[in-house]
Every structure is written in C-alpha cells, then in structure tokens.
C-alpha cells in the first residue's frame, strides 16, 4: 500500500495552506504521529481539532459532543482542553473550532488563561496564516457588558494574528443547546465542504488528560455530610440550609471566595415518576454518558438532567436509546464556601437555598439544593469538589477594608471572609450589607453575625428585611442611606464585594454604588463610570452573582 502525504488540488485550501499541509502530513507520518495518507479507494478525512476553555463543565462536555458527532460525520476529530495548547502550536491544527465560556467578570476560564496570554505575548505572539477557525462562545445575558467576553476576545485576537474565519462566531446565553447545534450545524458544512476527497490525518494532538494531582472535578472527592442545620424559622416562606462536609482523609484545602463544586443524584419520586408518565421501561439497559451502560432507572437517578420531563405528559420515545443520549449530562451544581478552614479544619461548610416551586400544581424541586437538604443523610457522602475563584479574594494587606454586601444566601463567602479576618485577628475595618425577607425567621447566622458586631469584627453591620414593612427595603437602600460612609470607605482604598441573586440584586446594588461614588464623589454620570471600571480593573470590586 502506497501512501502519498499529498492535499489534492480540489480541497478548499490556498496553495499555501496546502502546501503546509503536505509538510506537516510529511513530517507527521515520519514521526508517525499520522497514519495516512491519500490512500488509494479509502475515504479521505479532513482533520478537526476541538478546543475547549470550560470552568464548570459546559463547553468541555460540549466540546466532546461535538467531537464525536464530527467523528460520525467523517472529520479526523480530536478535542483538547485549551491548557493542553501552546498558542505557538496552533499552526499545527488547520481546522479549529473553539468553544469558550466567560467566567469572573469577563475572564477568560482558569484553563484559558495561559492560552490567552500566549495569544497575546508581545513581540512573541504566534503567526497564525493557514489556521481556519470558528469560535463558539458560552455566556450568560445577566453579567451585561461581560456578555460572553471571553469567547469575543479569543475570536478577535485569532483573527488578527493571521487566522481565517471560516465561519461567524456564535454567542451562546444559559440555554446554548440549540444556537451550538446550529453553529456546528454551519461549522460541519462550512470545514467539511470536501470530504471524502482529501487527504486524512489522524488528529494531530489528542486530549492531553489532566494530570492526576488528586482530586478534581474529573475525580470528585467522597465527601461525607456532617450537618444539615435549617436556618430560616418556622413560618419562613424559605428552607435555607447550612451544610457541611468533612474534608477528613482528602488533603484538599481551599481559600474564602472559592466555590465547591457538589455531584448531587436526581430525586426517585421524579425519575419514577418521569418513568411511568412515559410508560418507559425502568430495567432497560442504557448507555451512560461517558461511557459504560446501566438500567434506565439509574442512569436517571445518577447520569442524566431529566427535570424538564417531569410534570410533562407527551407521547414515549420510540427509540430509548437515542432518547436518553440527548439527554443532557447531570451536572455538578456551585456553591459559594461559607466557611474558613482556619476556623473549621478539615470541614467546608455551605449556605443552600432549597429550590421548590409549583408551576401548574406541580411541584418541582431543583436537583442539588434538595439532594443535600432531603435526600442525603448525615455521614452520607457525595462527590465534591473545590472550585477556585481568584478573582473573589480578601485583599492581600489584612488591614485593608472591605465592604461586603451579600443578601439571602448571598451571605456564604462572607461568613467565610469574616472568619478568616477573626482568625488571622486582621487589622481591617469589615463592613456587611445583609438582608433577607424577615428578621424573624430568616435571619441567617443571626447569632454569628450579631456576636461579630458586639466584638467589634463588624465595625458597621446594615440590615435590610424586605418584608418587615409595607415597602421593600433592599441592601442597595442601604447603602444609599450610609452614601457618605461608603464613599470614605472607598477613597480609604476599601474592596467591595457583592455576592447573591445576579438577575435582580446585583445589579441594583452595582447602580446604588454608581450613584454613591457621583452624589458623594461629586462626580458626573460618565466619572463615575469610570471610577466604578477603576475598581473593577483594581480587582477592588469583586462579584460572585449566579
Ligand atoms: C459560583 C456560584 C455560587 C453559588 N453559590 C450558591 C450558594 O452559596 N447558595 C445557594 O443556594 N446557591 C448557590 N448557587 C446556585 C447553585 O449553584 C444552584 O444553581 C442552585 O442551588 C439550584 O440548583 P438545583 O440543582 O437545586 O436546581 P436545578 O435543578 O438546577 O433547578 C434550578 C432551575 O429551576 C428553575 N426554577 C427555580 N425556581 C423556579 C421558580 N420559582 N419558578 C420556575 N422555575 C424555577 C430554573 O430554571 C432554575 O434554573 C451558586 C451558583 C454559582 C454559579
Ligand atoms: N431570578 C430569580 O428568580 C431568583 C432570584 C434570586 C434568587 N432566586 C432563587 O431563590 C432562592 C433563594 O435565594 P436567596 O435565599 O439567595 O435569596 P433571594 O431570593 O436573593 O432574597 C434575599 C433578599 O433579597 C431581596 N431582594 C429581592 N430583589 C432584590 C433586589 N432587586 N435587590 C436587592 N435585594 C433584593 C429579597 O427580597 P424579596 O424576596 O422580599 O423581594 C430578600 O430579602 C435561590 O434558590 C435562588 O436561586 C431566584
Ligand atoms: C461565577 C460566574 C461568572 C460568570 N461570568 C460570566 C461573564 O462575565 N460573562 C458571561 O457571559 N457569562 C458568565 N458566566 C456564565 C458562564 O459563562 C456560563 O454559565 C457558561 O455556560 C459556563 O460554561 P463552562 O461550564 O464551560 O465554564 C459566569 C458564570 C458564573 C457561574
């Protein structure tokens, strides 16, 4: 069998793309890293590399769908976390698709960060003619200007380093299901127009596996319950818990600011009940998402997002199997840590929402917040892992001051800061903006707190109950009352944090701020603008909204 590395002239290359090519097949099946070559009566495949930035999970499982599915379409795909690339390297994969979501406040994913400064390295940034790409990018409307940043960024700076843009960048919001099946829709017509008529390479670098420095995400640690303690009182319109679970044996460590990541199984009264709606056969053997097979039952239980089936009654999939495989990967659920290790040694604690809601008499329950609250015992244990989130710290100097506003559950990591600062006996002043619908019952941490103000840890504390009056009272009013405090706190060089609902709260909090720095600041609209932006930059204004 003869091979000839060579790119037809009919492929949908320029002369110097192609030419390349032919080099790179050359070399490659030489250092026999590529199989093939224009083999005579095989079908010929176009190579594909998938690139994924991902924090949470969505653009890498994304990624690896998407993979597969270029696979099945005759593509020589292969898909790599970003962290696995050098930017350098690039040139090495012709045909590029990336899938990037924004994290922070319009941050490049942990595992992008590198890549990005590689991308921008100056003098040494790579020359990228003969790449075609596309870039998908995984946002959320709520963060506004930020809107998907990150993949805006990377498309923009491919671009300009010599890249061809074969097909237009897609901004994905929370639900990117359908806008990512369309762009990859475009991107297999668009980087497949040829197929079978080229020469195949065999992917030109596989998914490099993370490192095994314990445990991850990918291998989430078995931690086990050790409280589940209600904290809204009797007649609450709310089920707030805080939990907490034992770190014993695992070695992991994690900082205030960070999130824990929490495996969390499907409720049995919705899976039965999603099972008998559809008349489904609860034994039948189906395949699980990342490989391996299990009954129906289970994989629903433990495998698969399947909540919007439940109250639904539409007619049964006729084919199981395909059915369950569109069925979105269960995933892990963030929390903000509420505790400090320094206080708690070897334990990290958590403040949960129990997410339940009716809609049409129907009850629905989120799939987390009541798993740890209702369906795992004490001394049970469930997966975790840690999440760090450099961009939500306590300022390196301890005597800096810091401002923190945190509503409802939105109090986590500022119980986690705030037992940090007792524990490290830190010279700053702390300020806490919290409120939740009634003293009376919903009161989170309410003896904690109060102690830290009697002790002086909290040098100012402003509450805001939204339902102990006719009118709402919100922390952001707050903040406008005490306008002059604020103002002093901020020009003294204080860091202010926001954590909570993204939707509503934080951005009424961030406009509060904005008319605080122009009323006291004496500032125009457009100044204060820019004192806000300085902040930011000055990663003196940090948020962790969701
Ligand atoms: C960085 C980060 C930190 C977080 N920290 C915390 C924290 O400290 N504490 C905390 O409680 N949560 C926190 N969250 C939120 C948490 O991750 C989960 O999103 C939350 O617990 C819900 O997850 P679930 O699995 O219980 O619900 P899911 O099964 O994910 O269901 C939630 C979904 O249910 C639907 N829904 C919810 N309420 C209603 C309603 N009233 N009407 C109609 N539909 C509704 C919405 O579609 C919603 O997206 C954080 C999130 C992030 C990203
Ligand atoms: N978009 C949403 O539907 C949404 C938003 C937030 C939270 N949630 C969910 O609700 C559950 C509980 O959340 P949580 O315990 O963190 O509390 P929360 O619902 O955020 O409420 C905490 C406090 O914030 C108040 N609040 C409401 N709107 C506000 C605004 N625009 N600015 C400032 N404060 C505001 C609430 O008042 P009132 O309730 O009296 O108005 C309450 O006093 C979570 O599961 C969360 O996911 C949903
Ligand atoms: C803490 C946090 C910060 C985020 N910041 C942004 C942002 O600044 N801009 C944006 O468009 N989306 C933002 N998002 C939304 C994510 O990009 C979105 O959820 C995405 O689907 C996550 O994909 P991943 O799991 O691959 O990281 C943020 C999400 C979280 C939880």
């Not at 003293?439 to 830290?452: H, M, N, P």
Request: hydrophobic share 45%; glycine share 10%; aromatic share 8%.
């Amino acid at each position: 069998m003869s091979l000839v590395p060579l790119i037809p002239e009919s492929a949908p290359f320029t002369a110097e793309q192609r030419a390349w090519l032919n080099g790179f097949l050359a070399g490659a099946l030489n250092r026999g890293t590529a199989r093939t070559g224009l083999i005579e009566g095989v079908a010929a495949k176009i190579p594909l590399t998938i690139a994924f930035g991902s924090q949470s999970g969505n653009a890498e499982s994304l990624a690896k769908r998407l993979a597969k599915e270029a696979a099945s379409r005759g593509f020589a795909a292969c898909v790599a976390g970003l962290d696995s690339l050098q930017a350098a390297d690039l040139i090495k994969h012709p045909n590029l698709l990336l899938i990037t979501s924004t994290w922070g406040e319009g941050e490049m994913p942990d595992n992008a960060v590198s890549f990005w400064e590689q991308l921008n390295q100056n003098g040494s940034s790579p020359v990228l003619d003969g790449v075609r790409y596309g870039v998908l990018a995984l946002g959320d409307h709520n963060y506004g200007d930020t809107f998907c940043l990150a993949g805006k960024m990377i498309d923009e700076r491919l671009a300009a380093l010599g890249a061809k843009r074969l097909i237009d960048r897609v901004d994905c919001d929370v639900d990117f299901d359908e806008p990512a099946s369309a762009w990859a829709a475009m991107a297999w017509k668009v980087f497949g127009e040829g197929l079978d008529k080229q020469v195949a390479a065999e992917p030109v670098s596989k998914a490099v596996e993370e490192v095994d420095v314990g445990w991850s995400k990918k291998k989430p640690f078995p931690a086990a319950l050790v409280a589940n303690v209600a904290l809204n009182a009797e007649g609450s319109a709310k089920d707030t818990r805080h939990l907490a679970f034992s770190l014993e044996g695992s070695g992991l460590s994690y900082e205030p600011g960070d999130a824990l990541g929490v495996f969390a199984r499907n409720g049995p009264l919705m899976v039965d009940g999603i099972i008998a709606a559809h008349r489904l056969n609860a034994s039948a053997v189906v395949p699980l998402p990342d490989g391996g097979e299990a009954t129906l039952r289970e994989a629903l239980l433990g495998y698969y997002e399947c909540r919007k089936f439940h109250g639904v009654i539409p007619d049964g999939p006729t084919d199981l199997t395909s059915w369950v495989s569109s069925l979105r990967k269960l995933q892990p659920r963030l929390y903000s840590i509420a505790s400090s290790l320094k206080a708690h040694p070897n334990e990290v604690h958590l403040c949960v929402a129990a997410v339940r809601y009716e809609v049409g008499g129907v009850a629905h329950e989120g799939v987390a917040s009541t798993f740890m609250a209702d369906r795992l015992p004490i001394g049970e244990t469930t997966g975790i892992f840690f999440q760090v989130a450099k961009h939500f710290r306590l300022p390196a100097s301890e005597a800096v001051p810091v401002i923190m506003v945190g509503p409802g559950t939105g109090i986590a990591p500022f119980r986690a800061f705030l037992e940090e600062r007792e524990a490290t006996h830190a010279s700053g002043k702390n300020w806490l903006f919290y409120g939740d619908q009634r003293a009376e019952t919903d009161f989170l941490y309410r003896e904690q707190i109060q102690g830290w103000k009697e002790s002086g840890l909290l040098t100012e504390l402003d509450l805001a109950f939204s339902r102990d009056q006719a009118e709402k009272v919100y922390v952001q009013h707050r903040m406008i009352e005490k306008g002059a405090m604020l103002w002093a706190w901020l020009e003294e060089g204080a860091h202010f944090y926001v954590c909570g609902d993204a939707s509503r709260m934080a951005k009424d909090v961030d406009a509060a701020l904005h008319e605080v720095v122009q009323v006291h600041g004496g500032k125009s609209g457009d100044e204060a603008v820019a004192y806000v932006a300085a902040l930011k930059k000055a990663k003196r204004y940090a948020r962790d909204v969701y």
